[in-house]
């Protein structure tokens, strides 16, 4: 397996370099072919001497083909490399706009993921992702929805801190994903074909030997005279009654086994992980599926490529008379099958393993290139955080603030003007424990929670289609908020400008009741409400505590610190933002 250079640094000059090389050998090539050919014709038409050195060509042109192909490979990874630099300088920058959204993967009924810019335009996804295949964004999408488990999160933190130290192996692997891999063919195919048993029968292993053979002998028979070429069209016909019984076989297993492309990425992953070395036992075994003592897994792909080279090429002009003198369709099938029985359920579980590796590798690349480098603690309360902020802002720019929610504090009541904070603050929450959750270090310099599911209401938009308007999709997410804290769920909320689609007195009511509901339960969270009214709660009931954003009102202007502050918000700005927008209010 030939080894390539990964390093990120000089690539313009090592590009020039290996463009050079490239064109050189193109030329060589091309001067070595038609010495080939010259040969050929002087050993046929001449002294047979000169088939000696058609015979050296041939292994010159062969070599030179090999280093050819290498250089374009290298050639290749170089111009990942440049993509990859490319798309790390926009993360860091958080200029994201031209990074793959995942939107495919917004779903409006998920408990968080639709809320806290996970998916779609400048997202989470974004700064995440550095999948190359389909499925291996789905694992990742999955793995960024999936439900908060504190033990997995812990396996998946030590895997992503170690690999966040391995840039050289984070960056082949992507490297070679970017450079080779091409959706050509669903993986599922040639996975089922590879799990599909197939037997080869004793008198196809006996034709399979006698083809060649007679071929060879009947030929030469007709050739020195002995016998009449008739007797080779004879043969033909025979040999295409056997040929007939492995020909559908052969059309199958052409349409599975994957493209080249995909074949040369998954080679070159296995040949990177079968070097690497890890030390946390979930990459060990993560790892594992790969680690064989008689073969190497590359190896096993190495077959299967040279398997699907005869395969994929047996209806070309040069293969086709051959096959039909020596059988030789008979001779691949057997190949293929003994191939199968011995490694194809291995090999079958390749695919799936590698796509784990897509996931981890985004992870440990994430935390290499732009991760909070937080440390996460462990705790009793619900919440603490310290010095947390959005990942998804420019750090330069992010205000941090610090919070707690724990003991018999069930609902944090948040209030403030407009603009001054309230949502960011709570998506700046829901969007640091997915993280954590993931695997990954948070914006902050601690953070941690206790054992939760995480739910929010924030982005409830009307639907056309269904008919359904705002209000009524804010009542069907609190709906399934309240089942599940009603069958006894230890549950996280975050609610934004809750019940906001109707008047202020049912709006207060509706809240007040929502908040005793939630109180005594084992769901605790945040709710951000313009109606200071509510905040009159804290002296009324247990559990409830105010918290809000500030502003200062200048004659042209509004100043916003973005500071978390105890206690509810003493003014509003409403007013004023809409007098500097050009509403003239009647004096």
Known sequence: MRTFDFDN???????????????????????????????????????PIWFVFFLGTVTGFVILIKKYNAQKDQEAIYKALQEINGSAEKRIKRDLKDLPTGEEFLDKR??????????????LFQMLN???STEGRKKLAERMKADFGRENARNFRSASL?????????????????AFYKEEKSVHSWIDWLKTSESASAMLAVFAVIGPVGGITLSLLVYLGTIPAAVLGIWILVGMIFLSMVFKRLKVASDSIPSRNQLKTYRYWLAVLEKEEFTVAALRAAQ????????????????????????????NLIYLPLNLLFWLDLFIYLRVTNWKKKYGEIVAKFPEELIKWEVLVSLGAFEMEVGGR???????????AKELSHPLLQPEKAVANDFKLGGNEHVILLTGSNMSGKTTFMRTIGINCVLVNLG???????????????????????NLGESVSSFYAELSRIKQLIDRIEAGEKIFFLLDEILKGTNTEDRIAGSEALIRQVSGTKAQGIISTHDIELAELESRMEGVHNYSFHSEIHDQRIDFDYKLKSGACPSFNAHKLMELMGIRFQK
């Open 9 to 47: 640094k000089e690539l313009v000059k090592k590009l020039k370099e290996v463009k050079n090389k490239v064109g050189s050998l193109s030329i060589f090539r091309l001067i070595v072919f038609i010495a080939m050919g010259a040969s050929f014709v002087l050993a046929v038409s001449g002294h």
């Open 110 to 123: 998920h408990p968080f993921a639709n809320d806290l810019d996970l998916f779609g335009d400048h997202s």
């Open 130 to 132: 550095h999948t190359v």
């Open 162 to 178: 170690e690999l966040s130290s391995k840039q050289q192996f984070l960056h082949a692997m992507e490297g070679i994903g970017k």
């Open 288 to 315: 594992q599926p790969f680690r064989m003592d008689r073969v190497k897994a590359s190896g096993l792909l190495d077959q299967l490529d040279s398997l699907g080279l005869w395969i994929q090429n047996r209806i």
């Open 374 to 384: 937080g440390q996460v603690v462990e705790t009793d309360n619900m919440l603490v």
């Open 440 to 462: 990954l270090s948070p914006y902050a310099q601690e953070f941690g929670f206790g054992d939760f599911q995480l739910y929010t209401s924030m982005r409830n938009t009307d």
